[in-house]
């Protein structure tokens, strides 16, 4: 969870970007980001991100005792009832990340979406066999968040695996860093630059709240400052991270446990309901199909099963039985024709986690591959 804007105005997390920059780079400039998990009722469109290829950015001087980040540390004191000089010296260590505010900014030129390309870049080999060993190590913990959070163990897989390559890639941009440099350098071409600058700046807020509860502010991250096998925004972190392991910390970069019952906790608070499936195989009767008002609502569920299919949606028996409303999720693919699945509320909760309907099936597509090879080791040893 995490940082986000929609799926497509914010860079790809150059922390993923950097460990496949070569081989991923058309598909990075293809899919510019689903960093942030800030909810987005609406998936935009892909377009090209030069940013999000960039190499690291460079490390500038820090801020000092400037008016501006004293200022700003004195404000954040304040509103997270914090010591001011400890603030005060966190925000005067902060250095300024050349390279971050343009990561930021929309992209330039845009590129068709293509959900085969991006389901490519999650749904292969080695990330299905780094989730069929998370899901064997920890076992018993995804058991215990399904019991406990009714949220199912491929749900939890699936994320973990696209936010991190199972912990492989957290991020290694310090977040104090980005933050700071997000908040005071924001980039004032930005088309909701005050928005987007007061996210950070809040994201910041609840940050040094956190890394001075725990005595340590040098934390790393993604270059929008989302942390940890589940790359959690801060405040996210503030809301929804749970003690999973029993030690009585949250620690999302170094419990994988605690990232599991996080992970869970924030599908349950977004409203996951268990036992629904996500989404259902779609076709069309073209002889009353009316295409526009189906996907006018875009990912949010909006009409009954009788209501779908009277608009021309054909759905299979069991899609014919869902209990609540769906959704015409249509996923381009290039010069190809669409994708189209029918969403249910459970696929809007995944996409709270980052506003994108490409982003949601990769997560719940990763989820099931893992759990097909899990299930077939799990036979090969009995
Ligand atoms: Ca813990």
Known sequence: MKTYTSP??????????LRHITAAFLLLAAFAGHATSQPHAKARKATHHKAAVRQAPTHGPAYGKTTAALALADELAQQHNLPKAWVREQISQAQYLKGVPKMVLPP???TAKNWRAYRERFIDSRRIDAGTQFWQTYQSDLARAEQTYGVPAEMIVGIIGVETFYGQNMGNYRVLDTLTTLTLNF??????????????????GHFLAQAHQQGD???????????????????????????FDGDGRIDL????????????????????????PTHYPVSFDEARLDKPTLLAPDILPSFSVSNFTAKGAVLDESAQKHNGQLALVELFNG???????????????????????????????????VKAATSVNTQRKN
């Open 8 to 17: 497509f105005d914010v860079a790809w997390r150059p922390t993923l970007a």
């Open 108 to 110: 330039t030129v845009p």
């Open 187 to 204: 980039p004032a071409a930005h088309p909701r630059a005050a928005e987007r600058q007061a996210f950070f700046k809040s994201e910041l």
């Open 217 to 243: 502010a040098g934390a790393t991250g993604s270059f929008a400052g989302a942390m940890g096998w589940p790359q959690f925004m801060p405040s996210s972190a503030a809301k929804f991270a749970v003690d």
């Open 253 to 276: 970069r170094n419990s994988p446990i605690d990232a599991i019952g996080s992970v869970a906790n924030y599908f349950k608070a977004f409203g996951w309901q268990t036992g629904m």
């Open 335 to 369: 010069d190809e024709p669409p994708s189209y699945v029918a969403g249910t509320d459970n696929f809007y909760v995944v996409t709270r986690y980052n506003w994108s309907s490409y982003y949601a099936l990769a997560v719940i597509e990763l989820g099931q591959a």
